[in-house]
């Protein structure tokens, strides 16, 4: 599967931002998805995921009541709508396919391209 990320942009602290990735293939809800980011100078850093119907979602502390991760497998995207941001959220984003649960947080296997998110505080 081939994951194209978009959405990022340059937004005041306490703004919103959505970023969708469209997926290519028809397997894409064969796959649980994800949202990574990699902040300058850190290593990348799971952000939320969501079930392959779903049904399950997944939240890193930092993010969790702040961000929403929902997917459309009849247009093959999935979206991360971040809410209340911060300084601290500038990263590049970026998101992934890969198996159940713990799989795709911990070892996806697509990844799409990043795209920037900027905080100005």
């Known amino acids: 599967v081939q994951l194209q990320a978009s959405g990022g942009g340059l937004v005041q602290a306490g703004g919103s931002l959505r970023l969708s990735c469209a997926a290519s293939?028809?397997?894409?809800?064969?796959?649980?998805m994800a949202w990574f980011r990699q902040a300058p100078g850190k290593e990348r850093e799971f952000v939320a995921s969501?079930?392959?119907?779903?049904?399950?979602?997944y939240y890193a502390g930092s993010v969790k009541g702040r961000f929403t991760i929902s997917r459309d497998n009849a247009k093959n995207t999935v979206d991360l709508q971040m809410n209340s941001l911060k300084p601290d959220d500038t990263a590049v984003y970026y998101c992934a396919a890969g198996g159940a649960g713990i799989l795709v947080r911990a070892r996806p296997d697509y990844w799409g391209q990043g795209t920037l998110v900027t905080v100005s505080s």
């Open positions: 969501i079930s392959r119907y779903g049904d399950s979602t």
């Open positions: 293939g028809r397997t894409f809800s064969s796959y649980d």
